[in-house]
């Protein structure tokens, strides 16, 4: 019995895990170094200060300056510990030096201020281990974003406010009066520009606590003008010689993975095998670097292209992964790196030479073209090549205005531009309509509705992109993919590959009679979820097409990677966004980035991938 039919029959999730046994594990002292670096951190920050000990006699023999100053030391080095400790477990390099350097700070800050012998040894031992496994610690920084520099701000900036509220209200005893909230508010604030506040204090405790509340200003203006103005270290981009590489590499091989002209997105980076004859295409997202699809090329430099990978992946520390890869390169990237593969969805594809609108499943289909067709609506598919300038430039603004969400969409199955002089072999079909007698034309003419195909090998294609005016009616998707299909022949194209559908064996198999508990309560779940992923919807919207499905893997180093895969590949895809709201920017629309599909009969965008 096939594993599909154990999984229907039993009733379990077909979840299709693919275990090797693994490489060697990471080491657990970066681990465990960023957990102590933490833990320390926290430490500084909230210990409370001994009275009772013979090292506070001593301690009170010290100016009352050097007290205070060892007070704000211990706060700004325990949060730059805190921000350090995520570096120190990822290995890099940068944290490990900035922690060396502060850990002494901080012993004499526990010292003098905390009166604490145990806070100084721990500080004092973490820095010797530092020292003593500093060969773990050489991870190369990540490409960088000035966008770092405005979160670091407002994220160091709420958190100042916050511990400046505790230091305010640390020495009660020493408080005149009784302040409101708002006057504390109002002179942590004051404190953090270095100014003096509305609350007075007792004692000499208005220098440890302006000491204090200036050192945490200074340390938020100081990252962020670090963060701000160091030198740019721009994302990877696909550089021209990269770029006709990867096309000669698709010449050749690109028939084997209907995804692999995904690879030319200008946004990725790529590594090459060493002869040269394979390569792998990446972004690094949150600290994921995220690859789709199949390597490109020749299968037998598939393990070159991919230890190429890897091994860039450990010199950053980077969290390794793939989407959307077939069972084939699943298999190779098992067994060459000892990471696991998890079924994601399913790929539809189309046969041209099967592809008929006859017969009862097609009925639906069939009368919505029909329909549509009637109410005067024609159809053109060409190469982009045979697009004149202007043509293009019309179909370039139109799906730019017809663009549902703030921001573009997609990086598996996206490519993220149309009609590049070097992207000829593309296909574009559109839907015209003429306005009605005495009606007013769009901005666009009578243009309505527009897919975008990329190459498959030579003689297949690839949807990339659905775009539809929203005043026009519905089934344009359905109307073009039918208009494609036929031209197929024509334009010598056998294979047409459509979306991706996540979770689809499984929506499949739930739904039929006989389905166990576990299975019905995962496709329950399925559903629920598509109420904001569109899960069920494309699936359904795909298979009114009648296509084989294909498998499509998920490839990771361990379970608990899995969410930050999945964040980084919505981040990727477009579903999170750091850029800024619309209503704020400025200047003309920015020119599109990664475009994915349309939901099929509202318009909205779908995602292709987790």
């Known amino acids: 019995m096939s594993d599909s039919q154990d999984a229907e029959t039993s009733g379990k999730v077909p979840t299709r895990i693919r275990r090797l046994p693994r490489g060697p594990r990471p080491e657990a002292v970066p681990t465990g170094v960023g957990t102590a670096c933490t833990l320390i951190g926290l430490m500084d920050i909230v210990f409370p200060r001994l009275r009772h000990s013979r090292v506070h006699a001593l301690a009170e023999l010290l100016p009352g300056a050097v007290s205070s100053l060892a007070a704000a030391a211990s706060i700004v080095v325990g949060l730059l510990l805190l921000m350090l400790a995520h570096g120190l477990k990822r290995r890099k390099r940068r944290a490990w030096v900035a922690a060396v350097g502060l850990l002494p700070v901080g012993a004499a800050a526990q010292l003098l201020y905390r009166h604490s012998v145990i806070g100084m040894v721990l500080s004092l031992v973490l820095m010797g281990v530092l020292i003593r496994y500093r060969a773990e610690f050489a991870a ?31 020495h009660p005893d020493a408080i005149e009066g009784s302040p409101s909230l708002g006057e504390q508010l109002e002179h942590v604030l004051w404190g953090l520009f270095g100014f003096e506040g509305p609350v007075d204090y007792r004692h000499g405790a208005d220098y440890t606590v302006g000491y204090s509340l200036g050192a945490l200003g200074l340390l938020t203006v100081a990252t962020t003008a670090y963060l701000a103005f160091r030198p740019e270290h721009p994302a990877a981009r696909l550089t021209a010689e990269d770029e006709e590489r990867l096309r000669g590499l698709l010449t050749a091989h690109g028939r084997r993975d209907s995804l692999g002209h995904f690879a030319l997105r200008r946004d990725k980076a790529v590594v090459f095998s060493p002869t040269g004859k394979a390569a792998v295409c990446y972004r690094v997202v949150s600290g994921v670097m995220l690859a789709s699809g199949d390597p490109v090329g ?14 860039e992946a450990r010199a950053h520390s980077w969290t390794p992964a793939v989407m959307g890869c077939s069972e084939t390169g699943g298999e190779v990237w098992t067994r060459e790196t000892g990471l696991d593969a998890l079924e994601l969805g399913d790929e539809a594809i189309v046969d041209v030479a099967d592809f008929t609108l006859s017969g009862r499943a097609m009925r639906n289909v069939r009368q919505m073209v029909k329909r549509i067709e009637r109410a005067g609506y024609q159809t053109r598919v060409r190469r982009a090549a045979e697009l004149s300038p202007e043509e293009l430039e019309a179909i370039r603004r139109a799906a730019a205005d017809w663009r549902g969400t703030d921001t573009e969409r997609g990086f598996s199955m996206a490519l993220g531009r149309i009609g590049d002089p070097a992207d000829g072999d593309a296909v574009i079909a559109t839907a015209h309509k003429a306005a009605d007698e005495g009606a007013q034309e769009g901005p666009y003419g009578d243009l309505k509705a527009v897919l975008h195909f990329v190459p498959w090998g030579r003689d297949g294609m690839s949807l990339e ?52 508990p576990v299975l019905r309560g995962w496709r329950a779940l399925l559903v629920f979820l598509s109420r904001w992923f569109q899960i069920e919807s494309l699936y359904k919207f795909n298979a009114k097409f009648q296509p084989r499905w294909e498998p499509r893997f998920v490839v990771f180093r361990n379970t608990r990677d899995l969410p930050r895969i999945g964040l980084a590949a919505m981040q990727a895809e477009g579903f999170v966004s750091l850029a800024l709201p619309r209503l704020l920017r400025r200047g003309r629309r920015p020119e599109p980035r990664p475009c994915a599909h349309r939901h099929p009969s509202e318009g909205r965008e779908l995602q292709q991938a987790a």
């Open 140 to 170: 190369l920084p990540d490409p960088r974003s000035r966008w770092m520099a405005l979160a670091n701000f407002v994220g160091l900036g709420a958190v100042s406010v916050t511990v400046g509220l505790l230091i305010v209200r640390s």
């Open 465 to 516: 992109l659905m775009r539809r005016d929203r005043g026009a009616d519905p089934g344009m998707n359905e109307l073009l993919i039918v208009a494609a299909l036929r031209a197929a022949p024509e334009l010598g194209v056998e294979r047409v590959s459509l979306n991706f559908a996540m979770f689809r064996s499984a929506l499949a198999r739930g739904e039929k009679l006989g389905a166990g």
């Open 298 to 311: 020749d299968v037998e430099a598939w393990p070159g292209a991919i230890a190429r990978f890897m091994e």
